[in-house]
């Protein structure tokens, strides 16, 4: 398991680094003015919240001087002023959430499309999962100057990247409330506060504003303790996006792969796998409430005592007659207002220990995607209108070399098997064709147009003509195309349900998701075709036709075929053989290619 980005501790300027690195391609992208005009808007919307909290502060003074004075005339009329303004705050308070809300939502479309794109380009997916096992620079987890390589992407994806984008908003919009409420009460308390004298070892002394100094110590004691108790929650809040990740990412892979159990009656197995991931689920997440439940406590002593405290401070002035009741109100309102500006970071803690773990989690993903696109491949590979390969060496994840210093040649009209001990890289051999291993150097040379069948084909969820036309759009073929395709597919049976949408992967055998990969095949008539156990599913007679019309389909297009197959009966359907046979240990390579 990767070393997690929380367990490095950066500081709290790293993280507010690495929150702006996140943040600030959205409002310099393309939408970068509508995204401008909702910060501004949500800002300006923000301080006339703050404004309104004046005037009712304001308010209050005079409307409760009118109870105690018992003055109706200023009573009835400090009523409607109040309407008016509670008016104001209620439309200020519907467009702020409002327009929070719509910019959280574009710029998580944004952010999301984004990564998106860069998940998918290069087939970076496909490499950060290789990576995980790696220890190729560059690939490598762990390694230092390296990124850690990430964890579910998925998650991140979905899930990272909806909660970044609230909390950015949201916490960073409360802090900006905080700052102008504290530059705007400061000053009204430090005025209605007055000064606090007394006699020190013979001195008078005065403290001129003595509410705020009390104000400011009161909330800094408060911080730094919040500090102290919730420090492990940045770390405890990691780790369960982690652990809540892989729980439901094994799910998903039981359901998805649910028949296969089933035969192997693996139930005792899966159950024991998600026990032990939930439970670490379960661990991680007592000791988030635990320590929830301390900093709990505190805050919430915390915000009882901040409630009569301010009459603590005041009531002696209003008792010797120094101030009246409306004073002695707006005291308590202002201390509190103060107050809650310098409590912030104690009030919204834990979110911001979610927010910075997310930060982490985004930033690690975005260092190990951009670590990607930087490694460039050491694979030269070219159009050709045939197969050639010079000076091609393949490694495994590890490092370990699988074949050195290939030289290999198939020209149109041929037909290629290729066979091997299991585990010696034929599969592997083909990714390499392909262009997708990243553990592979040399030079290859391929026809462009050129397909490749795997073992296990990717049967999309959806219609079946969208299935059937993968990658392609299915308005690329007429609906006669399709039918043909999957009549000498042998699969007449699902001739009619091109319309049909349903979990193919599922729903079809293993065989039956070979002729439909095989039936993709003869729908876009390629000249060269790599065939990767793509029959294995298959009964003798049926495998005979398919590859019957498969080569006689190559041969008519001016290509050739490349097959792995271990069966003998294959072999009927090849000139050629490449046979991978195991080398004594310390003669470099693992393996080595013999044609025949």
Same mark, same amino acid.
């Given at each position: 398991?990767?070393?997690?980005?929380?367990?490095?501790?950066?500081?709290?300027?790293?993280?507010? @680094?690495?929150?702006?690195?996140?943040?600030?391609?959205?409002? @310099?992208?393309?939408?970068?003015?509508?995204?401008?005009?909702?910060?501004?808007?949500?800002?300006?919307?923000?301080?006339?919240?703050?404004?309104?909290?004046?005037?009712?502060?304001?308010?209050?003074?005079?409307?409760?001087?009118?109870?105690?004075?018992?003055?109706?005339?200023?009573?009835?009329?400090?009523?409607?002023?109040?309407?008016?303004?509670?008016?104001?705050?209620?439309?200020?308070?519907?467009?702020?959430?409002?327009?929070?809300?719509?910019?959280?939502?574009?710029?998580?479309?944004?952010?999301?499309?984004?990564?998106?794109?860069?998940?998918?380009?290069?087939?970076?997916?496909?490499?950060?999962?290789?990576?995980?096992?790696?220890?190729?620079?560059?690939?490598?987890?762990?390694?230092?100057?390296?990124?850690?390589?990430?964890?579910?992407?998925?998650?991140?994806?979905?899930?990272?990247?909806?909660?970044?984008?609230?909390?950015?908003?949201?916490?960073?919009?409360?802090?900006?409330?905080?700052?102008?409420?504290?530059?705007?009460?400061?000053?009204?308390?430090?005025?209605?506060?007055?000064?606090?004298?007394?006699?020190?070892?013979?001195?008078?002394?005065?403290?001129?504003?003595?509410?705020?100094?009390?104000?400011?110590?009161?909330?800094?004691?408060?911080?730094?303790?919040?500090?102290?108790?919730?420090?492990?929650?940045?770390?405890?809040?990691?780790?369960?996006?982690?652990?809540?990740?892989?729980?439901?990412?094994?799910?998903?892979?039981?359901?998805?792969?649910?028949?296969?159990?089933?035969?192997?009656?693996?139930?005792?197995?899966?159950?024991?796998?998600?026990?032990?991931?939930?439970?670490?689920?379960?661990?991680?997440?007592?000791?988030?409430?635990?320590?929830?439940?301390?900093?709990?406590?505190?805050?919430?002593?915390?915000?009882?005592?901040?409630?009569?405290?301010?009459?603590?401070?005041?009531?002696?002035?209003?008792?010797?007659?120094?101030?009246?009741?409306?004073?002695?109100?707006?005291?308590?309102?202002?201390?509190?207002?103060?107050?809650?500006?310098?409590?912030?970071?104690?009030?919204?803690?834990?979110?911001?220990?979610?927010?910075?773990?997310?930060?982490?989690?985004?930033?690690?993903?975005?260092?190990?995607?951009?670590?990607?696109?930087?490694?460039?491949?050491?694979?030269? @590979?070219?159009?050709?209108?045939?197969?050639?390969?010079?000076?091609?060496?393949?490694?495994?994840?590890?490092?370990?070399?699988?074949?050195?210093?290939?030289?290999?040649?198939?020209?149109?009209?041929?037909?290629?098997?290729?066979?091997?001990?299991?585990?010696?890289?034929?599969?592997?051999?083909?990714?390499?064709?392909?262009?997708?291993?990243?553990?592979?150097?040399?030079?290859?040379?391929?026809?462009?147009?050129?397909?490749?069948?795997?073992?296990?084909?990717?049967?999309?969820?959806?219609?079946?003509?969208?299935?059937?036309?993968?990658?392609?759009?299915?308005?690329?073929?007429?609906?006669?195309?399709?039918?043909?395709?999957?009549?000498?597919?042998?699969?007449?049976?699902?001739?009619?349900?091109?319309?049909?949408?349903?979990?193919?992967?599922?729903?079809?055998?293993?065989?039956?998701?070979?002729?439909?990969?095989?039936?993709?095949?003869?729908?876009?008539?390629?000249?060269?075709?790599?065939?990767?156990?793509?029959?294995?599913?298959?009964?003798?007679?049926?495998?005979?036709?398919?590859?019957?019309?498969?080569?006689?389909?190559?041969?008519?297009?001016?290509?050739?075929?490349?097959?792995?197959?271990?069966?003998?009966?294959?072999?009927?359907?090849?000139?050629?053989?490449?046979?991978?046979?195991?080398?004594?240990?310390?003669?470099?390579? @693992?393996?080595?290619?013999?044609?025949?």
């Amino acid at each position: 398991m990767s070393t997690s980005a929380a367990d490095s501790k950066p500081s709290l300027l790293d993280t507010l @680094r690495r929150i702006l690195a996140l943040a600030a391609p959205y409002f @310099r992208s393309e939408d970068k003015w509508k995204a401008r005009g909702m910060l501004l808007a949500v800002v300006l919307l923000n301080l006339g919240t703050v404004y309104v909290t004046v005037l009712i502060n304001d308010w209050s003074r005079v409307f409760y001087d009118a109870i105690q004075n018992k003055d109706q005339a200023v009573f009835w009329a400090q009523l409607l002023r109040f309407t008016y303004i509670a008016m104001a705050g209620i439309l200020v308070a519907v467009l702020k959430f409002y327009i929070t809300q719509l910019l959280q939502v574009r710029w998580r479309a944004w952010m999301t499309r984004s990564y998106l794109a860069r998940w998918l380009a290069d087939r970076t997916f496909y490499r950060l999962e290789l990576a995980r096992y790696s220890q190729q620079p560059g690939l490598a987890a762990n390694q230092p100057g390296q990124p850690a390589n990430p964890d579910n992407p998925d998650q991140r994806i979905q899930e990272d990247m909806q909660l970044f984008t609230d909390y950015t908003v949201t916490l960073s919009m409360g802090i900006l409330n905080s700052v102008v409420t504290l530059v705007t009460f400061i000053g009204i308390l430090w005025t209605l506060s007055g000064p606090l004298s007394f006699t020190l070892m013979g001195h008078a002394v005065s403290i001129p504003g003595y509410m705020v100094w009390v104000a400011v110590l009161y909330c800094a004691a408060g911080t730094a303790i919040t500090h102290f108790i919730g420090r492990p929650l940045i770390g405890l809040n990691f780790r369960q996006q982690r652990f809540e990740a892989d729980f439901r990412h094994h799910l998903i892979r039981v359901r998805e792969n649910s028949e296969a159990i089933a035969l192997d009656r693996g139930e005792s197995v899966e159950h024991t796998q998600l026990d032990t991931r939930f439970s670490s689920v379960l661990r991680n997440y007592l000791s988030l409430i635990r320590q929830q439940k301390n900093l709990v406590a505190f805050t919430a002593s915390f915000a009882q005592l901040s409630v009569v405290f301010p009459f603590f401070l005041a009531a002696p002035r209003y008792f010797s007659g120094a101030i009246q009741f409306g004073e002695l109100m707006q005291i308590s309102r202002t201390f509190n207002t103060v107050q809650d500006a310098l409590s912030w970071f104690v009030d919204n803690y834990d979110r911001v220990a979610v927010w910075r773990a997310t930060a982490d989690r985004l930033t690690s993903f975005d260092e190990a995607m951009a670590a990607q696109s930087a490694t460039r491949s050491e694979l030269d @590979r070219a159009e050709a209108p045939a197969l050639h390969t010079r000076d091609l060496d393949i490694a495994l994840p590890d490092g370990t070399t699988l074949l050195d210093n290939t030289v290999l040649s198939v020209e149109p009209g041929e037909s290629v098997l290729l066979q091997g001990p299991s585990g010696s890289g034929k599969s592997t051999l083909f990714r390499s064709f392909a262009g997708i291993w990243p553990f592979a150097r040399g030079h290859v040379a391929l026809p462009r147009n050129a397909m490749f069948i795997p073992q296990r084909p990717y049967v999309p969820d959806g219609s079946l003509r969208d299935a059937l036309a993968y990658p392609d759009p299915a308005s690329s073929y007429s609906d006669a195309q399709l039918v043909q395709a999957l009549e000498e597919a042998m699969l007449p049976q699902l001739a009619g349900r091109l319309d049909d949408s349903d979990a193919w992967s599922q729903k079809l055998s293993g065989g039956e998701q070979q002729r439909l990969a095989i039936a993709r095949v003869l729908l876009k008539k390629p000249a060269w075709v790599f065939a990767d156990e793509a029959t294995s599913a298959l009964d003798a007679p049926t495998e005979e036709k398919l590859y019957r019309k498969l080569v006689d389909g190559v041969r008519t297009a001016g290509g050739a075929m490349v097959s792995i197959a271990h069966r003998a009966s294959a072999a009927a359907f090849h000139d050629k053989r490449w046979t991978l046979v195991p080398q004594p240990e310390g003669n470099g390579a @693992r393996y080595r290619l013999e044609a025949a």
